[in-house]
């Protein structure tokens, strides 16, 4: 069901981080932006987190989603302070991560991403991190996110 004059996929609210768990192997704060520690809760997080898990297990090894290893929201505040964050990101209405999983090569941690989000966008990026989102099917190499 769709709610007319509603555009789908941009509900969502920002709360504050409090440790609690929002996936298997998740919890808020590891989600929460960087910069003022809340979270924008929404149907694309939720998706996200799941991926998420499911990289997780493919892998069988801890990711990281926080800096300095990796990003998760971003408040448009937070997000203009980030260096090569790009003014319209997905960061910035949750519905983006970037990962990193140290202890596996990373072609396997990529290979999982386009696994479990292969519907999304995700970019692959040299200082080892791989972008996941829930936009539209896009593949990229460096750049801003
Ligand atoms: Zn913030
Ligand atoms: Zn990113």
């Known amino acids: 069901m769709r709610t007319a004059g509603r555009p789908p996929g941009k509900w969502g609210f ?6 609690i768990p929002i996936g298997r192997h998740f919890i ?11 979270i924008r809760v929404s149907l694309e997080l939720f998706q996200l987190v ?17 800096p ?8 448009p505040e ?13 960061h910035v209405i949750g519905a983006a991560a970037d990962a990193t999983c140290p202890s596996v090569p990373y ?25 996941i989102d829930r936009g539209p099917r896009r593949r990229w190499t460096g750049g801003s996110h």
């Open 14 to 19: 920002w709360v504050v981080a409090e440790g």
């Open 28 to 38: 808020d704060r590891e989600l929460a932006c960087a910069g003022c520690g809340m």
């Open 50 to 66: 799941s991926i998420l898990d499911a990289i997780r297990d493919d892998l069988g090894a801890p990711l990281y989603v926080q």
């Open 68 to 75: 300095p290893h990796g990003s998760g929201c971003r408040c």
């Open 78 to 90: 937070h997000n203009q302070t980030v260096p090569g964050a790009a003014a319209v990101s997905e």
């Open 107 to 131: 072609d396997r941690l990529y290979a999982a991403c386009e696994r479990r989000n292969g519907d999304g966008g995700i970019g692959r990026y040299d200082d080892g991190h791989v972008h």
